[in-house]
């Protein structure tokens, strides 16, 4: 199945094989990418978590043509990173709690403590317990500001 069809609900945080974490606020988001993503397989073997719980890995991803209009798809060669649309081809797994969805949140922040709190101890331990006590899978999104595959 595809994004589209799994009737995700949004925010979907994506964790990679490698312990990165990143955020996508709707679909869109989700199915627009930069060209590493696609020349790296950055998101092969990447879950995807909604805001319900219910998770899938992705499998494979396919190109499916620009994901701008010609004109900013121009610009964007220019100015920025050229986007292409894509869509995922996802399996379905068992779904997590909200607890376990915290903890695989915090084991990805700890991981990369220079980027969620300036390599600062302290900083960090605060950022872990607030991600313990956030209320949903939107609170996590909206308190670490994370990143999206549009850029890469």
Not at 13 to 38: A, E, H, Q, V, Y
Not at 59 to 83: D, F, K, Y
Not at 96 to 103: F, H, M, V, Y
Not at 137 to 148: K, N, R, T, Y
Request: with cysteine; net charge negative; glycine share 8%.
């Amino acid at each position: 199945m595809n994004p589209s069809e799994a009737g995700m609900a949004f925010p979907v945080l994506g964790f990679t094989p490698n312990g990165d974490i990143w955020g996508f606020p709707d679909l869109d988001t989700l199915t627009s990418c930069g060209p590493r993503t696609l020349k790296d397989d950055l998101q092969i073997g990447m879950e995807l978590v909604d805001a319900d719980g219910r998770r899938w890995v992705v499998r494979s991803v396919e190109r499916l043509g620009r994901g701008e209009p010609l004109l900013q798809w121009l610009v964007s060669a220019v100015l920025s990173t050229r986007q292409s649309r894509i869509v995922q081809e996802l399996e379905s797994l068992a779904p997590l709690s909200l607890e376990e969805i915290r903890e695989r949140t915090c084991a990805a922040v700890a991981r990369d403590p220079w980027v969620y709190a300036d390599d600062d101890p302290d900083l960090l331990q605060a950022r872990l317990a607030e991600i313990r006590g956030a209320p949903s899978v939107a609170a996590i999104h909206e308190m670490l500001g994370l990143d999206s595959f549009m850029a890469y």
